[in-house]
C-alpha cells in the first residue's frame, strides 16, 4: 500500500541553525501538508502546498520557514533559523483530490538545543 | 484556537464493552470530520470519516456519529479491543480553503484485557 515517507526520523541540532525536512508523497497525490505537534500538545498545521505554490499557511509558519517541492517526488520543509521552541515532531501530510483523506507520513521529531 | 475539543483527555475500557470518545468543534463552517489513532513515534493513522451531509458512517467495529446542531461526534468502538489501545485524534475541515486540518487535543484510550 502507498504511503507517505519522512525523512531523517530524528534529527539534532543547534539553535540557530538551518534545518531541512524532506517527505515524499504518496506518487499520485497533488496536495501536500506540513503539520507539527510539540510534546504534549495537539497536531497543528503549518501550511499546504498545491499546483507548486503555498495555497494556506497558518501563524506559526512565519518567514523562517519555506517549502519547496525540488523535483517530482519530494516534498521539502526548511528552517531557517532554529528556535529551541522548533522542537517538535513534524508530520507530512498528502492527499489526492480535495475532500479526501490525509494521509501522513510517520514524522520527524526535531530537537533543537 | 480551540476550534476543535476532546475534553477527556483519557479513557479505560474493558476488552469487549464498547468505547465511545467525544470531540465539539466551535467552527460552523467545518463540514468534514476525521478520526485519527496515533502511536507514540508515528504519524495519525486515519480510521473513519464522516461528512456533514451524513450523520453516521460505519466501517467494521468503528462508527461516528455526527451531531451537528450540538456541533458533536462521537467515535464509537464496539468490541474494544487492546491493540485499539492509542491515543485517538478528532480532526475537522472546511469546504473552504486547502482542506487543512484542525486536530483536538486527543484522547487516550486504554483498553484493557
Known amino acids: 500500500e502507498p504511503e507517505v515517507t519522512q525523512t531523517p526520523s530524528h534529527q539534532v541540532t543547534q539553535m540557530g541553525q538551518e534545518v531541512i525536512l524532506r517527505c515524499v508523497p504518496i506518487?499520485?497525490?497533488?496536495?501536500f501538508y506540513w503539520y507539527r505537534q510539540i510534546l504534549g500538545q495537539k497536531v497543528e498545521f503549518l501550511v499546504s502546498?498545491?499546483?507548486?505554490?503555498?495555497?494556506?499557511k497558518s501563524e506559526i509558519f512565519d518567514d523562517q520557514f519555506s517549502v519547496e517541492r525540488p523535483d517530482g517526488s519530494n516534498f521539502t520543509l526548511k528552517i531557517r533559523s532554529t528556535k529551541l521552541e522548533d522542537s517538535a515532531m513534524y508530520f507530512c501530510?498528502?492527499?489526492?483530490?480535495?475532500?479526501?483523506?490525509?494521509?501522513f507520513g510517520p514524522g520527524t521529531r526535531l530537537l533543537v538545543l | 484556537d480551540q476550534q476543535v475539543k476532546q475534553n477527556s483527555p483519557s479513557l479505560s475500557v474493558q476488552e469487549g464493552r464498547i468505547s465511545i470518545l467525544n470531540c465539539d468543534y466551535t467552527?460552523?463552517?467545518?463540514?468534514?470530520f476525521l478520526w485519527y489513532k496515533k502511536y507514540p513515534a508515528e504519524g495519525p493513522t486515519f480510521l473513519i470519516s464522516?461528512?456533514?451531509?451524513?450523520d453516521k458512517n460505519e466501517d467494521g467495529r468503528f462508527t461516528v456519529f455526527l451531531n451537528k446542531s450540538a456541533k458533536h461526534l462521537s467515535l464509537h468502538i464496539v468490541p474494544s479491543q487492546p491493540g485499539d489501545s492509542a491515543v485517538y485524534f478528532c480532526?475537522?475541515?472546511?469546504?473552504?480553503?486547502?482542506?487543512?486540518?484542525?486536530f483536538g487535543t486527543g484522547t487516550r484510550l486504554t483498553v484493557i484485557p
Open positions: 501530510a498528502s492527499i489526492r483530490g480535495q475532500r479526501e483523506t490525509q494521509y
Open positions: 506518487s499520485n497525490h497533488l496536495y
Open positions: 502546498f498545491y499546483n507548486n505554490e503555498i495555497s494556506e
Open positions: 467552527n460552523s463552517m467545518f463540514d468534514y
Open positions: 464522516i461528512s456533514s451531509i451524513k
Open positions: 480532526a475537522a475541515s472546511a469546504q473552504t480553503g486547502a482542506n487543512n486540518l484542525f
